[in-house]
């Protein structure tokens, strides 16, 4: 099968892709984008220098919208913060309502259009898909009379396109869904407004409640999209070239709006110094840092700031520290029990790489091994506070054979090797204890990774390339099931 056609699950909606945002901004979010999207376009600006609203509370807004590469739409909603009502001045209050009704259905609109649109290409698509499903049951019943190779390769195409048709029904049934919102809406913007006119007309409680009801439902389908499996990494943007060839660097993605400070550490071990940043930018250009001196030297790696502390594996132990940076101080320290450490269990490019620490969208995580799971990765989900395992997943995947590893959305993504060519080609998903093998493509660029991190605020891999600090930006894919909302 041609290779445009299989990427239909990719390209399928402006709601499935919607995470692509980041290939817009995350140029600017390190500052090598220098173009601005006009107020006609609906840009905003970047993370870095203030991406959200000046006042989110005010209404839903199309904060992000541009094409990417492949001429696809690309838009990204912030859903205001609900703010409760009082009875007095009713006439305001009903036109608050009102407001935030209309700036609903602005953003309902958005989604709408751009999903009937894409929806007109999947119906041609589906009608393509099950056209070419009657050609090979024809082949089928007439194999003899065909030659063996070309019925062996029409079947392996159909085999291919199979599970692509339950993913188009679902996305119909997600075109449906925005349609009733729409639909919801409307009827609300028409009471309202009549009641405007004739005070009293209509239970003020009860008008609040639906339009709460109404909010609540596209809030939770917003995040939603926050979610999804990853289906591509961009080209590498290179930030830095500085350190050795081994270290990590990160940022918060539980930091404040606004905070952008950027964390540094160079070398896997016998080291116990953390730079500090105060913006990305300052990481770019300028050597002018904060040092922090932790009270032991770090192994690997795998560190991870997380909610203003630092998470490591003290150096030749299973000791997990959360470092405090407000109070420079130990928070908290704890063994992860039966982890292998000091070169036992390393990822294969070794460098103490027992015990790697991440993040995503759900929390903490450890990733390591142990000699009960015969050395191969076991999964951990962490308690951020206590350190306490919450739960374990246990895999069959080797991890000196794991070149380095991510968390995105409750599922580890493993690469190959960490030199020369690679690609992500294992994902264990926590959510439903199972493991598929995969094939996405990613470009290493200065071949040697030695440190592999997803940032979950950012949507971005970070990564340390042989002494080249380089960010990823990743493409997820997202269904939303209409019969969760």
């Known amino acids: 099968?041609?290779?445009?056609?299989?990427?239909?699950?990719?390209?399928?909606?402006?709601?499935?892709?919607?995470?692509?945002?980041?290939?817009?901004?995350?140029?600017?979010l390190v500052g090598l984008n220098t173009t601005k999207l006009t107020a006609a376009q609906g840009g905003y600006p970047d993370r870095s220098t203030g991406v959200l609203p000046a006042n989110p509370e005010d209404s839903w807004q199309v904060y992000s919208s541009a094409q990417d590469s492949?001429?696809?739409?690309?838009?990204?909603?912030?859903?205001?913060?609900q703010s409760m009502c009082s009875r007095d001045a009713r006439t305001k209050q009903l036109r608050q309502l009102l407001e935030k009704v209309q700036n609903m259905t602005q953003s309902i609109q958005v989604l709408d259009q751009r999903t009937q649109r894409d929806l007109q290409y999947v119906e041609k698509m589906e009608v393509q898909l099950r056209g070419l499903e009657t050609k090979f049951r024809q082949?089928?019943?007439?194999?003899?009379?065909?030659?063996?190779?070309?019925?062996?390769?029409?079947?392996?195409?159909?085999?291919?396109?199979?599970?692509?048709?339950?993913v188009l029904e679902e996305y119909k049934a997600d075109a449906k869904l925005v349609l009733q919102f729409k639909a919801e809406v409307q009827n609300l913007t028409s009471v309202l407004s009549e009641l405007q006119e004739e005070m009293g007309a209509y239970d003020y409680e009860e008008l609040h409640n639906r339009v709460s009801n109404l909010e609540d439902r596209l809030r939770a389908c917003m995040q939603k999209l926050a979610c999804g499996k990853l289906t591509g990494i961009s080209e590498p943007i290179t930030i830095k070239t500085s350190g050795s060839r081994f270290g990590s660097w990160m940022t918060d993605p539980l930091a404040p709006e606004g905070?952008?400070?950027?964390?540094?550490?160079?070398?896997?071990?016998?080291?116990?110094?953390?730079?500090?940043?105060?913006?990305?930018?300052?990481?770019?250009?300028?050597?002018?840092?904060?040092?922090?001196?932790?009270?032991?030297?770090?192994?690997?790696?795998?560190?991870?700031?997380?909610?203003?502390?630092?998470?490591?594996?003290?150096?030749?132990?299973?000791?997990i520290i959360k470092f405090d940076f407000r109070t420079s101080a130990i928070s908290k320290s704890r063994q992860l029990d039966y982890a292998g450490f000091s070169n036992a269990y390393h990822y294969a490019w070794?460098?103490?790489?027992?015990?790697?620490?991440?993040?995503?969208?759900?929390?903490?995580?450890?990733?390591?091994?142990?000699?009960?799971?015969?050395?191969?990765?076991?999964?951990?989900?962490?308690?951020?506070?206590?350190?306490q395992i919450v739960k374990s997943w246990t895999t069959n995947h080797p991890k000196r054979s794991a070149g380095e590893s991510f968390m995105i959305c409750a599922t580890l993504y493993v690469t190959n090797g960490y030199s020369g060519g690679t690609?992500?080609?294992?994902?264990?998903?926590?959510n439903s204890s199972t493991y598929e093998y995969i094939d996405i493509a990613f470009e290493n660029k200065y071949?040697?990774?030695?440190?592999?991190?997803?940032?979950?605020?950012?949507?971005?891999?970070?990564?340390?390339?042989?002494?080249?600090?380089?960010?990823?930006?990743?493409?997820?894919?997202?269904?939303?099931?209409?019969?969760?909302?």
């Not at 299989?6 to 980041?22: C, E, P, R, Y």
């Not at 770019?284 to 001196?293: C, Q």
């Not at 620490?357 to 450890?366: H, K, N, P």
């Open 259 to 319: 905070d952008t400070r950027v964390w540094y550490m160079d070398g896997y071990h016998n080291n116990r110094f953390v730079r500090e940043y105060k913006s990305m930018h300052d990481f770019m250009t300028t050597d002018n840092f904060t040092s922090h001196r932790l009270p032991h030297p770090w192994s690997g790696t795998g560190q991870v700031v997380y909610n203003g502390s630092i998470y490591f594996n003290k150096f030749q132990s299973h000791v």
């Open 70 to 81: 492949e001429g696809r739409c690309v838009c990204t909603v912030v859903a205001p913060q």
């Open 350 to 387: 070794g460098g103490h790489s027992d015990i790697d620490l991440m993040a995503d969208e759900g929390g903490l995580w450890a990733v390591y091994a142990t000699n009960q799971n015969a050395g191969n990765i076991v999964i951990s989900k962490l308690n951020p506070s206590s350190l």
């Open 1 to 28: 099968m041609s290779v445009p056609l299989l990427k239909i699950g990719v390209v399928l909606s402006t709601m499935a892709m919607i995470t692509n945002w980041m290939s817009q901004t995350l140029p600017s």
């Open 423 to 430: 690609k992500v080609y294992y994902a264990y998903s926590t």
């Open 139 to 166: 082949v089928e019943e007439n194999h003899k009379q065909n030659i063996a190779k070309q019925y062996k390769a029409i079947k392996s195409k159909m085999e291919e396109l199979r599970p692509l048709i339950p």
């Open 447 to 485: 071949s040697h990774i030695s440190m592999l991190d997803y940032n979950p605020r950012d949507r971005a891999l970070y990564a340390w390339n042989n002494g080249h600090q380089v960010l990823y930006n990743v493409t997820l894919f997202h269904v939303i099931r209409s019969e969760e909302l």
